[in-house]
């Protein structure tokens, strides 16, 4: 069974930094491109990064470049996203997520989401 | 960026009836287009992926089409778990963009 765990998030204040992870099991992680997607609350899904299986390639939307990086370390099956600079329009649950094994850039599991809370 | 269009934003529904959302990309996606339902407090599920074709396990009264830049989510016979917040995303770059979400109410 695919599982993906988020963890890290938490209440910071605006300015500040905050790593989330992702634990991921019940699949071949690096064979899967990976995913942050977030939600603000009472809003719509907003997606912020991608990272190929073997890290080659990454991309950010234009709300997290320069502050968020993303990683993963395929031997401990996981995914980071490192958030630096936070504002309070960060504020959002954000969701690990795994591309669909047969159809490119669709979007097949998602974790239960961690909030990220950013306020003084 | 794609941007992408979803109407109505929100309808009203009873149990039984037809339902189709529709999504509009603002540069063509060729076919890769998927949809999600998300329940409240609970992740997105990915019902349709690559315009038309559906996910493992997703009842078959879901259905989806299109291609290019309109896009068609159609629920056959609604159903009372059916009631929820409907996503489409275009997958054919970077960066990938959701539409605004049409909330599916109980009339």
């Known amino acids: 069974e695919v599982q993906l765990v988020e963890s890290g998030g938490g209440l910071v204040k605006p300015g500040g930094s905050l790593r989330l992870s992702c634990a991921a099991s019940?699949?071949?992680?690096?064979?899967?491109?990976m995913n942050w997607v977030r939600q603000a609350p009472g809003k719509g899904l907003e997606w912020v990064s991608s990272?190929?299986?073997?890290?080659?390639?990454?991309y950010y939307a234009d709300s997290g470049k320069g502050r968020f990086t993303i990683s993963r370390d395929n031997a401990k099956k996981s995914l980071y996203l490192q958030m630096s600079s936070l504002r309070a329009e960060d504020t959002a649950v954000y969701y690990c997520?795994?591309?669909?094994?047969?159809?490119?850039?669709?979007?097949?599991?998602w974790g239960q989401g961690t909030l990220v809370t950013v306020s003084s | 960026d794609i941007q992408m269009t979803q109407s109505p934003s929100s309808v009203s529904a009873s149990v039984g009836d037809r339902v189709t959302i529709t999504c509009r990309a603002s540069?063509?996606?060729?076919?890769?287009l998927a949809w999600y339902q998300q329940k409240p407090g609970k992740a997105p599920k990915l019902l349709i992926y690559?315009?038309?074709n559906l996910q493992s396990g997703v009842p078959s009264r879901f259905s989806g089409s299109g291609s290019g830049t309109d896009f068609t989510l159609t629920i056959s016979s609604l159903q009372p778990e059916d009631f929820a917040t409907y996503y489409c995303?275009?997958?054919?770059?970077?960066?990938?963009?959701f539409g605004q979400g049409t909330k599916l109410e109980i009339k």
């Open positions: 690559a315009a038309s």
């Open positions: 997520t795994r591309d669909h094994s047969g159809s490119y850039g669709s979007i097949d599991f």
């Open positions: 995303q275009q997958a054919t770059s970077f960066p990938r963009t």
């Open positions: 019940g699949f071949t992680f690096s064979s899967y491109s």
């Open positions: 990272i190929s299986g073997s890290s080659s390639y990454i």
């Open positions: 540069q063509g996606v060729s076919s890769w």
